[in-house]
DNA sequence: CTGAAAGCGCTTACAG
DNA sequence: CTGAAAGCGCTTACAG
C-alpha cells in the first residue's frame, strides 16, 4: 500500500504539488489565483484518493497546531489524582470554547511547560493550581513567566499568582467571597466560627488568603474566630492525614472529629472546598449533630453535586467554566495580536441552600 | 535573537549535525559508537545554549508523537458538557498511566478520528460513551473500526460496543451488575421495583441492556417490575425533558415526581447512574419520603461523591479509572506488538449504602 | 567513531 | 495562473 502524499494528489491530477498546496491552504495569498477547472482536477483528485495533509509537516512549516495546552500540575504537586473535580470544571470549559473553535486541547502533565511553547508543540498554554504556601518552584516558575512575557506567548493563568511577577490572569475575588460569607455569618447570628482547609504540609495559598479576609471581617463583630477552630496545613495540634490523592473529603472528616473530641466546635464552619464541606458534614452526621441547627457548614466553589446533598449545601459558586472559556476566547485573541493582556478578577455568587 | 537549533549546537560543539543526533537519541542503534570526548562537548553545548529539538521536525521523521488521544463524544452524541463526571474518572486512569509512561493526553472532539491517527498526530486512541440506542453515525464508525483493524490501529474503546465489528474493548458486566441488584433487592424483600434512566429521546444503551437484565433476574420471584414503572427514553407517559446537557440530576428529578403523581412509585428505583439517583433522592425529600424506610435507591458508577450524601448512596461501582490505565497499558502493548488484542468484561462490586 | 548527504511532506517566495 | 526549487529541522543509511 503505497503512502498517498501531496505528489500523489499532484501526479493524480496532472499540476505540480505547489499548486495542490495552494488549493488546499485557503488562507494563502496566493490560493485566489487559481483556475477554476485546476481548482475542480485538484480537489477531485483529494476526494478520490482521500488525501490527507501530513500534520507534522505542515507544523513543520510553522503552521499552527490549533492546540491548546492545559497543564494539570507542577511537578511535586501533583498526587495520585491527576483531574480534580475543579479542574475538571475548568477543562469544560476549556474544551466547550477550544472545539467552537476548532481547536484541541493537549493535556500537559511534568515538569517543563516552557518546552511545549518554545517547541511549538502547542499554540498557547493555559495553568491552574499552582499556588502552594510555599511552592519550591516559585523560582524556576517565576523565570518561567518572564521568559514567556518576553516572547509574548499566548498564556493564562487561573487562580494563581506569583508575587513579583505579571502574568496574564484570570482568578476569583476572595477577597469579595469572604466578605459576602461574613455578612452571612453575622446575619444568621453564628456566634463562632472555623474554619478546615487542607490537612497537609504545604496547602493551598487561597485557604490561607481566606482565612485572613475573614478574619478581617469578623473582627471587632463579636463572633468569636480563634485560632484554634482554624485547621489548616499542619503542625500544632492539627491532625495528621496521610496524603492518598483523595479529594479532600478526608481532611474535612478528620477535621471535624477533630473539633468535637476537643470540645472546640464552633457554630458554623467554614471550608476550604466542597469536599472538604462533605467530609465535615458526614463526620458531623456520624456525630449525630443536626445540619444547620446545631452546626452551619459553608462550602466553596459550587461542585456539580452540592446542591444535591441533603440537607444541600450553602457554598461559595465560582464560575469555573467561565474561567476556562474566557481564558481560551483571551489566548486566541493573543495569538492574533501579541500585545493582548488579561487580569481579570471575577466576584464569586454565595449561593445559600440548606446547611446555613 | 536568532533560533537555535541543531546546526547551531553542532557549531559550538565543532562536530557535524549527525553526530549531535546521535548523541540526543539514545534510542539509535547508533548511540554506542560515540566517543565519551565528543558526547561530553555535545552535551555541554546543548546544555548551554538550552536546546530543544523541533517537536515537528521530530515528528515529520516518523518518531512517536508520545501522545494518547481521547475522543470525548461522536459527533450529534456531544451536548453542553464536554466531561462528564464519569468521563473525567475514566481519563483521570488514562492520564495518570500515560504520564507515568510519560506519555502526553490529547482531548479529541469532533467528527474526525481518522485522521488524527492517520496523521500521525497521536499513536493511539481511546474511545467512549458512543453507544447510542440509535446511534446515526454507526454505519460510519463500523468501517471506521474496520479500518483501524485493518492496519491495527493501536485503540480502544472503553464501555461500548457496535453490533457486527470486534474491536479491542473494556467493559463492564452489566448481567453481573444486576445479578447483585436483584439479588439486594430479593434479600430486602422490596415487593415493587422502577427503573429511572435518561429522559431523552436516544438513551445509552446500557440502560436497556440493564433493565432486560433487570427484568430477567426478577422475573417469577414475585417482584414486581412494571413497564410503566420503567422511564427511559421518551415518548409515551414519559416526562419530556428539555436537555441542557446537565448531568442528568434532572431526569432523576423529573421521574421521581412523575412517579409520585400518578400514584405508581415502586418501592425501589433502580437508577441508570449516580446523578440521576441524586435527582430521585432530591425530590424523594421534596416530597418527605424517608429513604430507605418508604423508598429505595440504588445508583450506578460510583461517583466521588455519592459516599457523601445523606443517607449514603447504594451503588455499583465500576472502576472507572482502572478502565483508564488498563486501556493505556494495552495501548502501549500494542505499539511494541501490532498483534496484541484485548476484550475485558470487568465484573463490578455493588457497594450497599445507607439508600437500601 | 564521525561527516556529508538524502529525504521526511509540506509551504512559499521566485520566476515566468 | 502555474511550475521548479529552496527550505522548515531533524534522522539515518551510506561512506570512510
Redesign the pocket.
Known amino acids: 500500500m503505497k503512502?498517498i502524499?501531496?505528489?500523489t494528489v499532484a501526479e493524480a491530477a496532472?499540476?505540480?504539488?505547489?499548486?495542490v498546496?495552494?488549493i488546499?491552504?485557503p488562507d494563502?495569498?496566493?490560493n485566489?489565483?487559481?483556475?477554476e477547472?485546476?481548482r475542480a482536477k485538484v480537489l477531485a483528485a483529494v476526494g478520490q484518493l482521500n488525501?490527507q495533509?501530513?500534520y507534522s509537516?505542515?507544523l513543520?512549516?510553522?503552521?499552527s497546531t490549533r492546540t491548546i495546552g492545559f497543564a494539570l500540575s507542577m511537578p511535586q504537586t501533583h498526587d495520585a489524582v491527576y483531574l480534580s473535580n475543579y479542574t475538571a470544571r475548568i477543562l469544560n470549559g476549556i474544551g466547550a470554547e477550544a472545539s467552537r473553535n476548532d481547536y484541541q486541547v493537549l493535556l500537559i502533565q511534568g515538569e517543563d511547560y516552557r518546552h511545549y511553547m518554545d517547541v511549538k508543540r502547542i499554540d498557547a498554554l493555559i495553568m491552574t493550581g499552582f499556588q502552594l504556601n510555599d511552592n519550591p518552584l516559585e523560582g524556576e516558575m517565576r523565570e518561567m513567566f518572564e521568559h514567556f512575557n518576553r516572547r509574548d506567548y499566548p498564556y493564562v493563568v487561573i487562580n494563581s499568582h506569583l508575587p513579583g511577577v505579571t502574568t496574564a490572569s484570570i482568578e476569583i475575588d476572595n477577597e469579595a467571597a469572604m466578605s459576602r460569607i461574613a455578612s452571612l455569618i453575622l446575619r444568621k447570628r453564628f456566634e463562632s466560627v472555623g474554619f478546615v482547609g487542607e490537612l497537609t504540609p504545604n496547602p493551598q495559598r487561597h485557604h490561607a488568603e481566606r482565612i485572613s479576609y475573614l478574619k478581617k471581617f469578623l473582627d471587632g463583630t463579636g463572633c468569636r474566630f480563634e485560632e484554634r477552630c482554624i485547621l489548616n496545613g499542619s503542625g500544632g495540634d492539627i491532625p495528621e492525614l496521610p496524603r492518598i490523592g483523595s479529594y479532600n473529603h478526608d481532611d474535612g472528616k478528620a477535621a471535624l472529629r477533630y473539633l468535637v473530641r476537643n470540645q472546640l466546635l464552633p457554630r458554623c464552619i467554614v471550608c476550604g472546598n466542597d469536599n472538604i464541606a462533605l467530609g465535615v458534614m458526614q463526620a458531623a452526621f456520624e456525630y449525630r449533630l443536626r445540619i444547620p441547627e446545631e452546626l452551619a457548614v459553608i462550602g466553596f466553589d459550587g461542585d456539580y453535586n452540592v446542591g444535591y446533598m441533603n440537607p444541600p449545601l450553602t457554598t461559595v459558586e465560582q464560575p469555573l467554566e467561565e474561567f476556562g472559556r474566557i481564558a481560551v476566547q483571551f489566548l486566541l485573541r493573543k495569538i492574533e495580536d501579541p500585545a493582548a493582556v488579561l487580569s481579570l478578577m471575577k466576584e464569586p455568587l454565595l449561593i445559600e441552600r440548606g446547611t446555613t
Open positions: 503512502k502524499g501531496i505528489r496532472g499540476v505540480s504539488i505547489g499548486t498546496s495552494r488546499l491552504n494563502s495569498a496566493m485566489i489565483k487559481v483556475s477547472k485546476t488525501y495533509p501530513s509537516a505542515r513543520l512549516r510553522g503552521t
